[in-house]
């Protein structure tokens, strides 16, 4: 296990230990959430217990503003025991997958939250109700002041709620519209079979889903191709039924935004966080707009790889030789405590302590969960699983990114009451990719040497391709296809791969060689089976730029509209809680800002390569 030290004491305990083996100042202390298994059995009886208490409410909600708060205020106490007993839950069995115990607690929550969710289903239709001129009345009271942002955000669906029994039919059918995903996941994760693939030390290795994108950074362009072209025969073998499973998932879309009564699928989509459409469209064009800059980063990286013609397999393996970087635990700290300066000493105190603290489970372990995530919760600390790896530069750009979740968790809860603490997923990643933005701007201006610098500007590059250009490339052939339901044209293998394969010629230019396998991509890529989700990404990266320019470049004002903004949790709309940051987001400035500052960085690339 790699121990935290200090920065003169290289970390050298065993990479994948148990356990029981870890280091306990390795490790998460979820004291704050309970102080033992024990604790969380007794509070698990008890919220089973409270469960029963919806029932004196069933009924009662317009008889007056008194009864409908006392409903919330039961409701959101119910609420925060059970993310208390989730989280908990949840970060043990993280810990090690292998261990059962912690399953059967997940288990435990997870009945006892269905049969909470079941004896509260009444409470947002009995709600929507109520006649709106009587809710207007009720929320003149003063003891529905702590609410009246949640009932009106409940109130702007009555149009799109329909009669009960119709309501219950649209229930039914939950389990059933979950078909098509379903189809794609056990197809995609289980049935295809990809092969196996010899990589550049002469390694047999299974080429999987996961494994692709490892063989797509080979420094070995052979290797790279094959695994590309072998991956691809697979979805090539079976694009009538991924064709007919991404149709079944967009009719699907299509029909129950007709059913609630809205415009169109992507209407009903935006509408929950309050989007107009413009932003989703605005988004697209200014990535039109700056298309030009990209085709000269792969004109660019085709030159410096010394390679006649680009293929999509050429665009993930790094241009420069990767750069020898080791970081401790403590050292990662100090860089990504001393990049975030910018913040104030507030910030940088709190986090500091957090991660030098237990915020953070901090190395791989047997059975521990792959990756990295920031779980915050309202009464407890804003906890961080990672899997550091000193030698991996990468990890110090994904501590920051989870500290920068973990910090909007720890202001917007220590700053809103429960109902108005968690953020939205469509301001999530502004907090994490503005941490990474100001990580990035710090290595630059310290770089060693001209390769260190050049690194860092590469991975920035790829960052806001792969971000902001691609997933915006993914939000329009939503749009598109969606479109193309809604209007009654056929979504069929062939009207598939003709929308996708125009869009890559278009994002990738006209120097980029386009296999034909290529527009197999749409088939695979899971958000398509979850519509207009991807937009978010791009949207969040381009914040965070427009607003990290804003914060280094700005004073104290500037400063306190980003900390307003962390300490907003849902009090607001998305859009609001940006703009009082200093970003409109329904103009396309932000996305312009941020591919601005990408053509700027291919520029510097080119200079110092």
């Not at 006649?131 to 109130?155: H, S």
């Not at 790094?318 to 080791?326: E, G, K, S, V, Y």
């Not at 953020?423 to 710090?442: C, D, P």
Request: proline fraction near 4%; charged fraction near 20%.
């Amino acid at each position: 296990m790699y121990m935290s030290s200090d920065h003169s004491i290289p970390e050298s305990k065993p990479s994948n230990p148990k356990r029981s083996e870890v280091p306990v100042n390795d490790t998460w202390d979820l004291t704050s959430l309970f102080e033992s298994d024990a604790a969380w059995m007794l509070a698990l009886a008890e919220f089973e217990k409270e469960i029963a208490g919806f029932k004196q409410f069933s009924g009662r909600l317009g008889e007056s503003a008194q009864v409908l708060a006392a409903c919330l205020d039961f409701d959101v106490k119910l609420d925060r025991l059970g993310e208390r007993l989730g989280t908990y839950a949840f970060l043990k069995t993280t810990e090690d997958q292998s261990n059962s115990d912690y399953q059967g607690l997940v288990a435990r929550y997870q009945n006892l939250a269905t049969k909470a969710g079941q004896a509260a289903s009444f409470v947002r239709p009995e709600i929507l109700s109520i006649p709106q001129d009587r809710m207007e009345t009720l929320l003149a009271e003063p003891c529905l002041q702590p609410y009246k942002l949640v009932l009106e955000r409940i109130n702007r669906f009555r149009k799109h709620t329909l009669s009960q029994p119709e309501e219950n039919l649209l229930a039914m059918q939950g389990e059933m519209a979950q078909t098509a995903s379903k189809a794609f996941r056990q197809l995609n994760d289980a049935d295809l079979k990809f092969g196996v693939v010899t990589n550049e030390n002469g390694q047999a290795i299974e080429l999987t889903n996961a494994s692709f994108s490892s063989f797509l950074l080979s420094p070995n362009r052979d290797v790279r191709k094959r695994a590309f072209h072998q991956y691809y025969q697979q979805f090539a073998a079976h694009e009538n039924t991924l064709s007919a499973t991404l149709a079944g998932s967009i009719h699907g879309e299509a029909y129950y935004a007709k059913a609630r009564n809205y415009e169109s699928a992507r209407a009903s989509s935006l509408f929950a966080d309050n989007v107009p459409e413009s932003v989703y469209d605005n988004l697209i064009s200014a990535v039109h707009k700056h298309l030009p800059a990209v085709h000269r980063y792969f004109d660019m990286r085709k030159r410096k790889m010394g390679l006649t013609d680009i293929h999509h397999y050429d665009t993930y393996v790094p241009i420069l030789a990767a750069q020898q970087a080791h970081h401790t635990w403590d050292q990662a700290i100090d860089v990504v405590i001393q990049s975030l300066s910018p913040l104030g000493a507030e910030y940088c105190q709190v986090l500091e302590n957090g991660l030098r603290g237990r915020w953070c489970d901090r190395y791989p372990n047997q059975g521990k969960q792959s990756g990295a995530f920031s779980c915050g919760t309202y009464d407890a600390d804003p906890y961080i699983l990672m899997n550091y790896k000193p030698s991996v530069l990468n990890d110090v750009f994904t501590l920051t990114h989870e500290a920068g979740h973990s910090m909007h968790s720890y202001y917007s809860a220590a700053n809103q009451p429960f109902q108005y603490y968690n953020y939205t997923i469509f301001v999530a990643e502004v907090a994490s990719t503005f941490n990474e933005q100001l990580l990035a701007h710090h290595m630059i201006q310290h770089a060693n040497s001209k390769e260190e610098k050049a690194a860092i500007i590469n991975h920035e590059i790829d960052s806001i391709r792969a971000t902001v250009v691609r997933q915006t490339m993914f939000a329009e052939f939503e749009k598109i296809t969606h479109a193309m339901a809604e209007s009654g044209e056929p979504l069929t293998v062939a009207s598939f791969k003709d929308v996708y394969g125009k869009l890559l010629s278009q994002y990738f230019g006209p120097e980029f060689v386009i296999d034909e396998q290529l527009a197999l991509e749409c088939f695979r890529i899971p958000h398509f089976y979850r519509g207009f989700y991807v937009y978010k990404y791009a949207t969040g990266l381009s914040a965070a730029i427009a607003l990290s320019r804003r914060v280094l470049e700005g004073g104290a004002t500037e400063l306190s509209d980003y900390l307003g903004f962390l300490k907003g949790g849902c009090s607001k709309d998305p859009l609001d809680l940006l703009r009082g940051a200093g970003v409109d987001m329904t103009k396309p400035e932000p996305v312009e800002t941020a591919l601005i500052q990408f053509g700027k960085l291919v520029d510097q690339l080119d200079e110092l390569i």
